[in-house]
T-cell receptor
Framework: GENVGLHLPTLSVQEGDNSIINCAYSNSASDYFIWYKQESGKGPQFIIDIRSNMDKRQGQRVTVLLNKTVKHLSLQIAATQPGDSAVYFCAESPTGYGNKLVFGAGTILRVKS | NAGVTQTPKFQVLKTGQSMTLQCAQDMNHNSMYWYRQDPGMGLRLIYYSASEGTTDKGEVPNGYNVSRLNKREFSLRLESAAPSQTSVYFC?????????????FGDGTRLSIL
């Protein structure tokens, strides 16, 4: 995609394995977090979100974990498939920031068949 | 079920030209947003509109203006385009709800300024 750049971290996994994509957020006052997937030539697609009163939330094949102590967010994808190859972004919304989001730079996920 | 629609998909401008990027959503969302995405970086908020009739600056508003035409439409205008505004522009919308609702994105406008 447009954001496949020189400096994005890349995670390469074998098809069928589990993937873990990590994100360090910056604002301890953030109370809402969200993960997006972006495929080449497309806009970001919502995957899953989590509020700060939760540590874990599960969706279909995805799990988001939130560790507020160390300001860390992770996205786990079970049984990774070639269609999961994309750039993944985390974003945070600080308290009092309304519904606005602050995005991280992204991680490239490559799935090997 | 179009979601968020952006036009045009591609555009090439010369320095100093003006242009308006269009965005429309059919999800009856109150809030709309404009972002830019540059290589190796996440999305940065240019302007947003929390509800019809209101607009506010985001992180990188300089060189841009916006209009919330009605609840469905939110346009972004470049009055005098500069090469530094070469980017991919994304529009997003979100519904009301406490405390947050996911933003839903269009597929972007790829803008090159020569």
């Amino acid at each position: 995609g447009e954001n496949v750049g020189l400096h994005l971290p890349t995670l390469s996994v074998q098809e069928g394995d589990n993937s873990i994509i990590n994100c360090a957020y910056s604002n301890s006052a953030s109370d809402y977090f969200i993960w997006y997937k972006q495929e080449s030539g497309k806009g970001p697609q919502f995957i899953i979100d989590i509020r700060s009163n939760m540590d874990k939330r599960q969706g279909q094949r995805v799990t988001v974990l939130l560790n507020k102590t160390v300001k860390h967010l992770s996205l786990q994808i079970a049984a990774t498939q070639p269609g999961d190859s994309a750039v993944y972004f985390c974003a945070e919304s600080p308290t009092g920031y309304g519904n606005k989001l602050v995005f991280g730079a992204g991680t490239i996920l490559r799935v090997k068949s | 079920n179009a979601g968020v629609t952006q036009t045009p998909k591609f555009q090439v401008l010369k320095t100093g030209q003006s242009m308006t990027l269009q965005c429309a959503q059919d999800m009856n969302h109150n809030s709309m947003y404009w972002y830019r995405q540059d290589p190796g970086m996440g999305l940065r908020l240019i302007y947003y509109s929390a509800s019809e009739g209101t607009t506010d600056k985001g992180e990188v508003p300089n060189g841009y203006n916006v209009s919330r035409l009605n609840k469905r439409e939110f346009s972004l205008r470049l009055e005098s385009a500069a090469p530094s505004q070469t980017s991919v522009y994304f529009c997003a919308s979100s519904g009301i709800g406490q405390p947050n609702q996911p933003q839903h994105f269009g597929d972007g406008t790829r803008l090159s300024i020569l």
